[in-house]
């Protein structure tokens, strides 16, 4: 079973930077393709960020693309999502989730708070 872990939220000011980490156990983190997606209350779930499981491809959200870059470690089964020039809007709960192929994602983590100050 997969188990992920996310850290690296917190409190900045707009036009700060956090780095996000979802940390994975089991030895066969490397074949699964990850995402991030975030959630603030009262709206949607939404997709962020998406890395194959190479690395090889990413995929942005519109509304983070310039700004926020996602990467992954397999040798220390940690996926990153690098933010920079946070905007308020970007406050949320963040996710991650991993899944097999083009599948659902059906392995998530418990999530992490951002919170970006005007």
Same mark, same amino acid.
């Given at each position: 079973?997969?188990?992920?872990?996310?850290?690296?939220?917190?409190?900045?000011?707009?036009?700060?930077?956090?780095?996000?980490?979802?940390?994975?156990?089991? +030895? @066969?983190? *490397?074949?699964?393709? =990850?995402?991030?997606?975030?959630?603030?209350?009262?709206? %949607?779930?939404?997709? !962020?960020?998406?890395?194959?499981?190479?690395?090889?491809?990413?995929?942005?959200?519109?509304?983070?693309?310039?700004?926020?870059?996602?990467? +992954? @470690?397999? *040798?220390?089964?940690? =996926?990153?999502?690098?933010?920079?020039?946070?905007?308020? %809007?970007?406050?949320? !709960?963040?996710?991650?989730?991993?899944?097999?192929?083009?599948?659902?994602?059906?392995?998530?983590?418990?999530?992490?708070?951002?919170?970006?100050?005007?």
């Amino acid at each position: 079973q997969l188990q992920l872990v996310e850290s690296g939220g917190g409190l900045v000011q707009a036009g700060g930077s956090l780095r996000l980490s979802c940390a994975a156990s089991g +030895r @066969t983190f *490397s074949r699964y393709n =990850v995402a991030w997606f975030r959630q603030d209350p009262g709206k %949607e779930r939404e997709f !962020v960020a998406g890395i194959s499981w190479s690395g090889a491809y990413t995929d942005y959200a519109d509304s983070v693309k310039g700004r926020f870059t996602i990467s +992954r @470690t397999n *040798s220390k089964n940690t =996926v990153y999502l690098q933010m920079n020039s946070l905007k308020p %809007e970007d406050t949320a !709960v963040y996710y991650c989730a991993a899944r097999l192929g083009a599948g659902q994602y059906d392995h998530w983590g418990q999530g992490t708070q951002v919170t970006v100050s005007s």
